[in-house]
């Protein structure tokens, strides 16, 4: 026997507007009947588990244990850009010279996540 993954829960401030920045960002739509003011929001990915937003009472005060990380479809730098201007900061920049690397971001509740180089980015340095 195994366990499934059924969801990715992100707990925040405001489940709603932080999804809404999630949907953005991954081009998904949220759960048909959640809406402004629920408690919890899921946003169905189109593959893998969903991400289930849990409002809570205190606030982020550590760096995550635990993150999300992003293959873009696009560049790696052209999706930091992109969800720069959506919202998040960029928190630590570990992108390298030669093109390898990734950027951390935060989202707008400050949970980090990751963004890596696309499949076209990684062929690029294998040619």
């Not at 992100?10 to 009947?33: M, N």
């Not at 606030?59 to 201007?85: F, G, M, Y």
């Not at 900061?89 to 180089?117: I, K, M």
Request: glycine share 6%; charged share 25%.
């Amino acid at each position: 026997m195994v366990s499934v993954l059924q969801n990715v829960a992100i707990d925040c401030a405001d489940a709603y507007a932080l999804a809404q920045f999630w949907s953005k960002v991954t081009g998904r739509t949220l759960h048909p009947e959640d809406k402004p003011g629920d408690p919890e929001i899921q946003l169905l990915l189109a593959e893998g588990p969903a991400l289930y937003f849990n409002q809570v009472p205190e606030p982020k005060t550590i760096k995550n244990r635990i993150h999300l990380c992003l293959r873009p479809e696009t560049s790696r730098d052209q999706e930091v850009e992109r969800l720069l201007a959506l919202g998040a900061t960029l928190v630590a920049d570990r992108r390298n010279p030669d093109g390898s690397g990734w950027a951390v971001l935060a989202d707008p509740e400050g949970n980090e996540f990751c963004v890596l180089r696309s499949e076209s980015d990684r062929a690029a340095m294998s040619s």
